[in-house]
């Protein structure tokens, strides 16, 4: 689950085998459930009883068990392992008294880095195959290696891997039939390998082998732990008869630091002469001395009184959160060559000349961070935040059949003064988003403030025979950002580090010392070059009003039938602006007059440089909102069904990523950057439909076989946002300082287009070409063709709905053996079966290139020119093609487990 524990590996922080009960909230209207905007997630692990129990499991996937026919595209699975072994017992250490759960689990698995495979020359840019050329990999590779001692790696038919260790314990003591206490201890070890980053916070950014555009090299990839130590204990008492109360405290401690298989040496973005990724190599972006370890201390008490009609509750929470994050992208430097013909020159050159101050090529990017304090090993940045909160509630039953609950909470987050002070960027001015003067101060994180949380909910049984429900409510909700925000402050105002970025120059020739352009000596003084990320003293913690109602009935044949919807608007949203970035000096003529950018910094004197300023804001304008409905049914006989449809929208301003300068330049926009304006969210629901089917069918007392089949469609099939797309330029189109974020102009016909005619391979494609087969591709395309003459809007192009089934078969067989039932079961698991009832079905879809437009310029009158992309060596003809990855094949898992009770 995005944001909570074990998403950094992507791996579950406890088995499910220790979990009796999940309860994910989206809207609770009660206030003693705090600190979350999207939806909170409770689990309850199982206990011991007065029975021993215990089982003991095993499950396997492997590469005999994947299929290899995506649509008729070849899906070569590699070496893939998924192996899982585990035990788990619990019962009783004193009768009646004191009982102990625990589980163990050991899972290892192992699967191709990328399925995605170099282009032997000829081949079309499809499926599995990328545009990239494998004899330019293998030159590049034995070019670095023979003559700058650094190994790349394989650039495909490598495996990824990712170990996990899982241990769960539990006590439970009754001290009398009063009072009860528990403890639980979580342990988690966890490292997977990733891809590199796609951000253009550092380089230019690229598609990182997600697609058939880009492809890289093993060694620019890197690994990142989540190691999780985390116990909480709970005593829950009962005062009386009309008294409880409930104490919770806990302590977790996290790291999620990373690695790299590969040397530390510059990192290099090589694009393809027109804008676009082609390839990278070097230490991968945001890897170096990467280190992000912190805890969490939290005690929480709800002490409730009870009367005929009502349930008041009194409580409270305190939270200190510590944590010493690490961020030092660029200290390995970055350079960005327009095309390998550059990228080749100007490494021969420093093997020709390794005293040489001037590149004989234009770099499209340089960039470097350093180390500025004097002895500092590395920049460490310290965050401290306590968060208190208070509330009252009242659950009132004015009538046997209606509930209400009313309650108002307040949360109080205040931070520690950890931040580093840069006088000298304190005294400069900058430029808001409404065009006024501003300053800032770099050490002052925000000022404490109080956050209102209101609720009021209610469930009313309508005729009070269970038959028709509705319920529903209205509140506000507080979460914590990522802590990550606010710690960019602490790292960025160019007193830890400082930060040299230049585009277009020729100032900065290749060099393979990673220090070659730091500074000889620093001295602790404000860098002379840096980037700047601050935080408005103003800025809220997030908070959302969400609505809720929702209408539950008993329908006839047994069935029952929910109708619900859900709407939210951000209270304190994210917002992002770069202060830094002066009023636009111009405009582009003609159809597409968006601003335009000669000079995109305010601050840039010599021995003062300011690469950006970033400040994060508060928004009030996101909004979101999910209409479902659906049917359920149980029978006598074993057969259960469920179906639902839904569909929804989630707009904001900016969908934020981990670095302030990324979450400001990678949002894309057609205008603005500093007033991007709504778009669609990156986890816009969109449509879903499903249907659940299960059947148990019991043999006797020696065994059962239970069979079920989950099928589901959805715009989005992985829950990764691959679903939706934007299209925009490839490079920075109106000159803002931020690449591949300038959404495009679509035009009405071939006379708003302004192609630059262009040889390429060569091939010469002429301008009226150009415009004829745009103004083809609007028309077989879904989004573009009904949005002529507008702008094209952010994450707004969604792909064909996937439909896919996964389906189930357990066998079991019993035998008593001492007054206990034992169990062996076999299961058998199978994603994607779709894809194995027809190697057709379960395939997805992408975007070939959102970058459809590239090189853009300005001509005499003023007006953008731009080329189109060029696929395969034409035209492109159609937007969307099938995927051919593990996902879109079948896979089958195989378990087997042995238990008693």
């Known amino acids: ?259 790299s ?60 959160y510590e944590s010493e994050n690490v961020f030092f992208s660029g200290a390995q430097s970055a350079y960005v060559y327009n095309s390998l013909d550059d990228f080749y020159t100007d490494l021969n050159g420093f093997l020709a000349n390794p005293g040489r101050t001037t590149s004989p090529v234009n770099l499209r990017r340089f960039q470097v961070r350093y180390n500025n304090i004097p002895g ?79 609720r009021l909910g209610f469930n009313w049984d309508v005729a009070g025979d269970q038959r028709t429900q509705i319920r529903g409510g209205t509140g506000v909700f507080t979460g914590r950002p990522a802590y990550v925000w606010i710690s960019n402050q602490i790292g960025t105002t160019g007193v830890l580090t400082g930060f040299i970025s230049a585009d277009n120059t020729t100032a900065f020739p290749f060099n393979p010392d990673p220090d070659a352009y730091k500074p000889a000596n620093v001295t602790g003084a404000p860098a002379a070059s840096y980037e700047l990320a601050v935080t408005a003293p103003d800025f809220k913690f997030p908070q959302l009003w969400r609505s809720n109602i929702a209408v539950d009935r008993r329908l006839p044949w047994g069935m029952t039938g929910t109708a619900e919807f859900l709407y939210g608007r951000d209270v304190n949203g994210i917002y992002y602006i770069n202060a830094n970035l002066p009023a636009a000096q111009a405009a582009f003529a003609g159809v597409d007059d968006r601003p335009r950018w000669t000079n995109n910094r305010i601050n840039n004197a010599p021995g003062n440089q300011v690469a950006n300023a970033i400040v994060m804001k508060n928004q009030n304008v996101g909004t979101s909102w999910v209409a479902s409905g659906s049917l359920a049914k149980t029978s006598a006989f074993g057969l259960s069904l469920r179906g639902a449809y839904s569909y929804g929208q989630s707009k904001n301003t900016v969908d934020p990523g981990s670095v302030a300068f990324g979450s400001w330049a990678n949002n894309q926009h057609a205008g603005d950057p500093n007033n991007p304006g709504v778009g669609f969210s990156a986890n816009s629901p969109g449509h879903r439909v499903f249907l659940l089917t299960s059947y148990t069918k019991d043999y006797f007392s020696f065994g059962s076989t239970s069979i079920s089949l989950f099928w589901e469609g959805r715009t989005d099939p992985e829950g990764r946002n691959i679903g939706q797309g934007s299209y925009v330029f490839s490079g920075d189109m109106n000159g803002d300082g931020a690449a591949n974020s300038d959404l495009i102009y679509i035009p009405r016909d071939q006379s708003e287009m302004n192609f630059q005619t262009f040889t390429t391979g060569g091939r010469t494609f002429s301008a009226a070409a150009q415009a004829a087969a745009f103004d083809a591709y609007i028309a077989q395309d879904a989004y573009l063709s009904e949005h002529r003459g507008e702008y094209a809007q952010r994450n707004a192009v969604f792909l064909p ?59 005499a009158q003023g007006r953008s020119t731009y080329r189109m992309a060029v696929v395969n060596g034409e035209l492109p003809t159609t937007s969307i093609q099938r995927t051919s990855n593990l996902a879109d094949v079948y896979q089958v898992m195989v378990s087997l487990r042995y238990s008693f009770n």
């Open 376 to 454: 500092a090993e590395k920049p460490i940045q310290p965050l401290e935040v306590l968060y208190g909160g208070l509330y009252v509630q009242d659950e009132w039953r004015p009538r046997s059949n209606l509930t209400v609950t009313a309650g108002l909470r307040f949360d109080v987050p205040s931070f520690g003064q950890t931040g580093y002070q840069n006088a000298t960027a304190d005294a400069l001015t900058f430029r808001d988003e409404n065009g006024q003067a501003v300053q800032f101060e770099t050490a002052s994180l925000p000022d404490a403030n109080i956050l209102w949380s209101p």
């Open 261 to 320: 298989r590969g040397a530390f040496f510059p990192f290099i973005d090589i694009l393809d002469g027109a804008g676009q990724a082609y390839t990278s190599v070097g230490f991968e972006p945001f890897t170096p001395n990467n280190e992000l370890r912190y805890s969490t201390f939290q005690i929480q008490d709800n002490f409730t009184k009870f009367t005929a009609r009502h349930s008041f509750t009194v409580g409270g929470v305190l939270e200190r």
């Open 1 to 259: 689950i995005h944001g909570e524990p074990g998403d950094r590996t992507n791996v579950a922080p406890i088995s499910l085998e220790a979990i009796e009960q999940v309860q994910v909230n989206v809207a609770p209207f009660d206030v003693r459930q705090g600190n979350f905007v999207g939806a909170s997630v409770n689990t309850v692990t199982r206990s011991g009883t007065n029975e021993f129990v215990a089982s003991v499991y095993h499950r396997i996937r492997n590469q005999d068990l994947v299929g290899t026919d995506a649509a008729g595209l070849t899906v070569n699975p590699g070496t893939f392992t998924f192996r899982n072994t585990g035990l788990w017992g619990g019962g009783p250490l004193v009768r009646n008294t004191l009982f102990a759960f625990a589980n163990y689990e050991n899972e290892k698995d192992t699967r191709p880095g990328t399925t995605f495979e170099a282009n032997l020359g000829g081949q079309p840019a499809a499926g599995s195959t990328t545009r990239v050329l494998a004899s330019d990999l293998n030159q590049l590779s034995s070019f670095l290696g023979s003559n700058f001692n650094y190994t790349t790696g394989p650039f495909q038919g490598y495996d990824d891997e990712t170990p996990v260790k899982r241990f769960m314990s539990r006590f439970d003591y009754n001290m009398n039939n009063s009072n009860k206490v528990s403890f639980r201890y979580n342990h988690l070890d966890s490292r997977t390998d990733v891809l590199l980053s796609t951000s253009s916070s550092l380089g230019l950014g690229r598609s990182s082998g997600r697609d058939t555009t880009f492809l890289g090299f093993q060694n620019s990839n890197y690994q990142i732990l989540e190691n999780i130590r985390s116990g909480i204990g709970e005593w829950n008492s009962i005062i009386g008869t009309t008294v409880s109360n409930s104490l919770q405290i806990g302590y977790t401690k996290q790291d999620e630091s990373r690695a």
């Open 801 to 859: 709905m996937l439909y896919r089934a996964d389906l189930s078969v357990v066998q079991n067989v019993f035998k008593d053996l001492g007054g206990k039932r034992n169990t062996m079961q076999l299961r058998l698991d199978i994603t994607n079966f779709t894809n194995l009832l027809n190697s057709n079905w379960g395939v997805g879809r992408r975007l070939i290139r959102n970058q459809i437009l590239t090189n853009p310029g300005v001509d």
